[in-house]
Each structure stands twice: as structure tokens, then as C-alpha cells.
């Protein structure tokens, strides 16, 4: 089973800096099944990247993704006050999937 | 547009039965591109992915090596919906469980999660 490593755990930022999230597999992975979901208080995690740096619709494009192999990244350029959430990177390498732990991105 | 409505009791005993259940609206349960997910979030395990189901000529079944002694996933092609069937639960299946469509085993859509408690 792959285990997603997210770095850092908390990430602290001002609105229009740029975010810089890492997510490292333990072994080497499919960028096609790479994928990012944002998540806010008291709601259900929303998808953002897949296949490493496809936007998902509705997502602003000052959200990127890049990487391969073990070491995958999430950028969002300028941040806007409601991008201050947890973000999780998934995997999946048939039949399972994983998360990462998560990384909390804070004002 | 793609919505999941998930529904099922809040609380639970030790050693029974957790029965959730997640309705689909704007797409079939028999879909041959999509997967129907279960997913907990709790504070010690954070995201975990439990297991799907999805119809390729039959139906299959994917489950996580944790629970896979003691779950079930099952499609209801009548109501259009998939639940989720866990056995003998314990304090440590507290959490908040979440349905999910995936396409090529991205989770495209989300219910809006139901917070399960065990306790005695």
C-alpha cells in the first residue's frame, strides 16, 4: 500500500502570497491518479487537481499541480482569503486508495 | 449536475451494525465509467478510504485491507442509491462517513458526510 506523506502538517501565509504543498509517495506512482481536494470546516473535501495538473471544473487557475514519480506539488499563486483550508493529496494504484495526512494552510 | 444525499443513524453501540446510505441523483448507480465510494474522516485516522462498488458487465467490489472482514458495500439499482453495511463496531469507527463518485478513480463528487457515533 502507497503511503501519501503531505508536507508541511500547517503552512502559515498571508492572503497574496504564493503556497507551496508537497505530497511524497512512498514509492513511485501513476501522475494519472494523482489528485488534490481542498477542504473547509464542516464540509466534505472538494476536488481540485487530478491526473497531477488537470483543473477540475470551477477551480481558478491560480491553482496548479505538477510532479511525478514520488514527490508531487500543489501551488496556488496568490492567495485569496478563502483558500485557507486543509488540503489532501489521493492516490490510487488498483483496487486501493489513499489519502495523505493532510496539510493545514492558515492566515 | 451530480449530487449525493447520504442518510443513516448517528448513533451506535458497540458491536452493531453501522447501515449509511447514499442516494444518486443525475447518474446511474449502474454507470459503466463511474465507482461508488465510501470514505471515514476521524481525527486519529483522518481520511480513509473504506471501499466502492461499480458495474463493469458485473458487479465489483473493492474493499480497504482494515475492514474488509467486516464490510459490505451494495448497489440498489431500484432507488438508484449504494449503501454501506459495517459490522461490529467499536469506539474506533467514530467518524464522519462520506460517499463519493470517482471516474478513473478520482472523486469527482462528494456527499455532504454523516457523523456516525459508537458509544455505550
Known amino acids: 500500500e502507497v503511503v501519501l506523506t503531505q508536507s508541511p502538517g500547517t503552512l502559515s501565509l498571508s492572503p497574496g502570497e504564493r503556497a507551496t504543498l508537497s505530497c511524497r509517495a512512498s514509492?513511485?506512482?501513476?501522475?494519472?491518479?494523482l489528485a488534490w481536494y481542498q477542504q473547509k470546516v464542516g464540509q466534505a473535501p472538494r476536488l481540485l487537481i487530478y491526473?497531477?495538473?488537470t483543473r477540475a471544473t470551477g477551480i481558478p487557475d491560480r491553482f496548479s499541480g505538477s510532479g511525478s514519480g514520488t514527490d508531487f506539488t500543489l501551488t496556488i499563486s496568490r492567495l485569496e482569503p478563502e483558500d485557507f483550508a486543509v488540503y489532501y493529496c489521493?492516490?490510487?494504484?488498483?483496487?486501493?486508495?489513499?489519502f495523505g495526512q493532510g496539510t493545514r494552510l492558515e492566515i | 449536475q451530480i449530487l449525493l444525499q447520504q442518510s443513516g443513524p448517528g448513533l451506535l453501540k458497540p458491536s452493531q451494525t453501522l447501515s449509511v446510505t447514499c442516494a444518486i441523483s443525475?447518474?446511474?448507480?449502474?454507470?459503466?465509467?463511474?465507482?461508488w465510494n465510501w470514505i471515514r474522516q476521524s481525527p486519529s485516522r483522518g481520511l480513509e478510504w473504506l471501499g466502492r462498488?461499480?458495474?463493469?458487465?458485473?458487479?465489483?467490489?473493492d474493499y480497504a485491507i482494515s475492514v474488509q472482514s467486516r464490510i459490505s458495500i451494495n448497489a440498489d439499482t431500484s432507488q438508484n442509491q449504494f449503501s454501506l453495511q459495517l459490522n461490529s463496531v467499536t469506539s474506533e469507527d467514530t467518524a464522519i462517513y462520506y460517499c463519493?463518485?470517482?471516474?478513473?478513480?478520482?472523486?469527482?463528487?462528494w456527499g455532504q458526510g454523516a457523523l456516525v457515533i459508537v458509544s455505550s
Open positions: 463519493a463518485r470517482d471516474v478513473s478513480a478520482t472523486l469527482f463528487e
Open positions: 443525475g447518474d446511474s448507480v449502474s454507470s459503466n465509467i463511474a465507482a
Open positions: 462498488t461499480f458495474y463493469r458487465s458485473k458487479w465489483r467490489y
Open positions: 514509492q513511485s506512482i501513476s501522475g494519472s491518479y
Open positions: 491526473g497531477t495538473s
Open positions: 489521493q492516490n490510487h494504484i488498483y483496487p486501493l486508495t489513499t
